[in-house]
């Protein structure tokens, strides 16, 4: 089934200029890049994004992190799109990433892993709904 995720290319991967290079994994893998754009992320952007997190630990180092330089966020259509994004970005922790996987190849720490993607299609539709509107998504 064709499906919409939620794509974030990461402040860590921004400030190396890997942009490009995490763009031809996603467009070698069939992932359509429909919608693109480069912003800084506001504080509370952030907060609202990874509010499921608030409670954990690692939670303000996060929305420090998201909003310390550009971020690209992206809207990717495919085929089982969300769970074919998670396969090539790879584990969370770049340590545990299979060969191959954006986060294998890129990544520094579990913190600073290059990219982030739709965990659900529920979630998918939400995070693009925080981004992007309609008529900014080409596909
Ligand atoms: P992401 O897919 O964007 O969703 C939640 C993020 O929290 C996750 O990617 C990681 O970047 C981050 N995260 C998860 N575990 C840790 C951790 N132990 N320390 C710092 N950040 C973490």
Known sequence: MTERTFSIIKPDATRRN????????IE???LRIVAQKRIRMSR????????VHKERPFFGELVDFMTSAP???QVLEGDNAVARYREVMGATNPAQAAEGTIRKLYAESVGENSVHGSDSLENAKIEIAQ???DDEIVG
């Open 28 to 30: 070698d893998a069939g």
């Open 131 to 133: 981004f992007f509107t």
């Open 18 to 25: 890997l942009t490009g290079k995490v763009n031809a994994v």
């Open 44 to 51: 509370a952007q952030a907060e609202k994004f990874y509010e």
């Open 71 to 73: 971020v690209v966020v």
